[in-house]
């Protein structure tokens, strides 16, 4: 493998403008041996050196800015790791003290038994005396302790404690999982920068016969902070030991399970592979034998015709969660790819999550049942054998394959999402995150399903017709028909408005910002009228049935899903995929920066999210002739189709745009707050830095991603007398508390001030961290 592709490959996504830019220094070499062709046929080698000389200025003082750029953006990591292990080692002193003391009193506590319950009834005769006579204003525990003895409720309290305490070590424990995990990413970070500026300098002497290259690498590279340093090896060696022997009991084995990282390129397993071929194979089976069965029966042997519309109205919510299963495992591998990093978005565990293979795995499979269900449902119809079995049958496997406890078929991936499921049903009493509100966007695309649950339940609990042989009868339950039946679809189809508007006030709640959370909320809310005056309009259509379009509802429902159709479309553009930035540059209507390889995919994008956003306009050209024709035919299932398959080409530029966030935030890894932030603040250190001229750099005003490749060298020789002052003041400051991270920084600081590597908003970054 190429060292290019080698390099695009490994690199850690969110820190990819950090690394050496392998591609451009390759392509500046092989333009320079282009442009050096004539002097080589004229064989005049004095000139063609002379070029190469020239060239060498101009691509020397280049690598220098990489390693400039290089040796900064360690230095910061080398920081943020070490205040990060600090801190890690102080919590890991924490958690064991309360753990032994937890221990020692529950040792203690059992040693004292014996002696206890020798005087326990003089005990409990005093302790009643004693209860009797306490005043009102201890009437609130008076009824926990007249219940429970006190060695209980003594009990209770400890289990609780050591509930808390087991609480505290997990999230520990996962801490370092992360944390482990960006040492490795930074590890991995100087190997692959060191070997990119071996094998493009390597490349130059061959290309230009020299050896200036080798040269200016050990003089400039060899010795580079980035290279030389060994500090994140020894920290991983650190974590390594402190984790085994205080989290694991010594159990190195254990403990590297728990650390060790998976690969960068994430490796398919065949087996899995297999399946989903095997399972694809089965579907181009099924799927013909499907048509061609719906297309020759249409009466059943005892001359009854098939009931095609309950089918439609049992399969079709089905059919649309299955197809969104498979693509969301395109998403995935879209995602994995074009290096969106999707597992640090939705921060779920590096080590083991899905893979788009298993996603496809799990979807074609279901796709497999329901073939198989739909072929069930046509032929036991056509033999006149309980036919409403079989979607009944179906829905009962999902449940069961969701629901299923044993740690099979992909256990913790299943209850993961069953949490965060809970998490959107119960928005406004839990902290809302990026899986939440994403998962809760994937359900406002499905709303047919909860108009559906309406149909289902009635059908199966109210028309007995369905054991027989075919229904005849019409439910007659209270909620199955009239003005109850379009109140209760309408409270369904509500829900997943109801759960990201829930979700967006508990957002608002949590930051304080009334924009974008509560601007996203109307958006959310809007849906709430759309609902609403289509379900009026739908129910007084019966008195309208001769003239449609006189319904004032119709209009009013036009009104407003108009008004939301463009609330969701502006927000769609310009807030979820960061389209119409004003520094677009280049990109003209989208953003500054893209990942995807074409820009036609952005602009096909956009015009099919706003086609499918008003998609509903169909709907106006129609002539309704009962209350739910829309829903009631092969109409509303095509809407719901194009609604999933909008969802999917939504979900590539969301993530996209939040994968750019985290990369201008140099974010890799969880975040896992592990100690509660100080509070204790040196006002009169702020206030003197904040006097200073450069004291505090507003990093919002630059470009996300090339804060530093974009200073030039004109820009650096002139920062270079503030920074040459600047620099024995920072590296004093730093030098006044001694402890671990000062030593190491200043080593760390002190090459680079030498090799004139770092700039002056960078020292002063690492002075007011410590």
Known sequence: MKFAEHLSAHVTPEWNSQYIRYDDMKELLAQAVAKAQPYADDSDNVLREQFFMRVDEHFFQYCEKEATKINTFFAEKLAEALRRWETMKSQVGHVEQSRRRVSHRSGASVADASANNEQNDEKKSSIIKHRSNRSEDQSVTTPLTRVLP????EKTREKQTQRIQYRKRNDLKLAFSEFYLML????????????????????????????????????????????????VEQLINDVETLYTDTLESGDRERAMKRLRVPPLEEKQSPSVTFRVGLFIGMICILLPAVIALGANLHDSISTKPLAWRQALFLYRSTFLVVLHIILVGINVYG??????????????????HLTYQQFLEIGTFLFVLWFLSFTGFILSSYFDFHPFIQPLGFVTLILLFLFNPTPTLYHQARFWFLKILGHIICAPFYRVGFADFWLG???????????????????????VGWWSVSPTSTPQGFLCHGWPQVLLQTALMILPSWFRFAQCLRRYRDTKQKFPHLANAGKYASGFFVTGTNAARRATALYYLNNPTSNPFLYIWIIASFIGATYKVIWDLKMDWGFFDKNAGENKFLRDQIVYPSKFYYYAAIIQNIIFRYIWLINVFMQ??????????????????????????????????????????????????????????????LEDMMDKDRGIKNRRKAKRHDLIQKLNNEDIKSEMNDFEATTDLSLRTLSTNSNPITDELNTTLAAAVSSQIISHDDLTDHAVFL
């Open 335 to 352: 995602w994995s790819s074009s290096g969106v990093n999707h597992v640090l978005i939705f921060e779920i565990d590096p080590r083991n």
């Open 624 to 685: 309704f002739r009962t209350r739910f024709a829309e829903y009631s035919d092969i109409i509303g299932f095509i809407f719901g189709l194009i609604e999933v398959f909008r969802r999917f080409i939504w979900n590539y530029f969301r993530l996209e745009n939040e994968h750019l966030n985290n990369c201008g935030n140099f974010r890799a890894v969880r975040d896992i707050s592990i100690a509660p932030i100080s509070t204790t603040i040196d006002h009169g250190t």
């Open 150 to 153: 006190d060695r209980l409720v």
């Open 184 to 231: 490795v990413l930074l590890q991995n970070y100087q190997t692959l920068n060191y070997t990119g500026f071996r094998k493009i300098l390597k490349k130059h002497d061959k290309l230009f016969q020299t050896m200036r290259g080798e040269e200016w690498r050990k003089l400039h590279i060899d010795s580079a902070p980035f290279h030389t340093s060994k500090r």
């Open 441 to 463: 966007d994937q359900l406002t695309s499905l709303e047919l399903i909860f108009f559906d649950i309406e149909y289902f339940f009635c059908f199966y609990i109210y028309d």
